[in-house]
T-cell receptor, first 112, second 111 residues
Framework: NAGVTQTPKFQVLKTGQSMTLQCAQD?????MYWYRQDPGMGLRLIYY???????DKGEVPNGYNVSRLNKREFSLRLESAAPSQTSVYFC???????????FGEGSRLTVL | RKEVEQDPGPFNVPEGATVAFNCTYS??????FFWYRQDCRKEPKLLMS???SGNEDGRFTAQLNRASQYISLLIRDSKLSDSATYLC????????????FGQGTTLQVKP
């Protein structure tokens, strides 16, 4: 029973490179989220998907794109990585009734 | 102004102490409120939901004040294992609203 699986767990990029963070959940949840966490900043919402095929911007969407092609998967893409995107990224899915988030283990990204 | 604000602390308390955290939110239409716990940059986990009537789970009590737009978490008889970051989470004005986190309050319980 995997829950929420994120890959990769660690990644080092050079400025300007692109990459995609993958997230998949096996709990049949509709809503999925991508957050980033920086020291002292808590979790900030990047993008949100209420259901398959829909996405919505969060607090800090600039520099990111997302894709929700099916119910299971919600990917986050950095088209041209910048050092300011060095962070820990968490994917989560939301169990109804609203509120309980199940998180992946996080992806630690460093942009040099 | 951030949508959800918390005092980051840290709160340093001795074992057995009672400690309280507050969290304010800006969207008066917010419907649902939660406290999450996060250990050492691991993934956050749900601690408890916050209901209008208040709710208690063992040593933990959560309260909601809609008029003043804040929620609180009270921890009684603190244990060393309570040391963590406590995150306030607010959901928007519908069942499809987004879950927004506060920056977290760090608690360190000392022997």
């Amino acid at each position: 029973n995997a829950g929420v699986t994120q890959t990769p767990k660690f990644q080092v990029l050079k400025t300007g490179q692109s990459m995609t963070l993958q997230c998949a959940q096996d709990m049949n949840h509709n809503s999925m989220y991508w957050y980033r966490q920086d020291p002292g900043m808590g979790l900030r919402l990047i993008y949100y998907s209420a259901s398959e095929g829909t996405t919505d911007k969060g607090e800090v969407p600039n520099g990111y794109n997302v894709s929700r092609l099916n119910k299971r998967e919600f990917s986050l893409r950095l088209e041209s990585a910048a050092p300011s995107q060095t962070s820990v990224y968490f994917c989560a899915s939301e169990k109804p009734p609203p509120g309980e988030l199940f998180f992946g283990e996080g992806s630690r990204l460093t942009v040099l | 102004r951030k949508e959800v604000e918390q005092d980051p602390g840290p709160f340093n308390v001795p074992e057995g102490a009672t400690v309280a955290f507050n969290c304010t939110y800006s969207n008066s239409a917010s419907q649902s409120f939660f406290w999450y716990r996060q250990d050492c940059r691991k993934e956050p986990k749900l601690l408890m939901s916050v209901y209008s009537s208040g709710n208690e789970d063992g040593r933990f009590t959560a309260q909601l004040n809609r008029a003043s737009q804040y929620i609180s978490l009270l921890i009684r008889d603190s244990k060393l294992s309570d040391s963590a970051t406590y995150l306030c989470v607010v959901k928007g004005s519908s069942n499809t609203g987004k879950l927004i986190f506060g920056q977290g309050t760090t608690l360190q319980v000392k022997p």
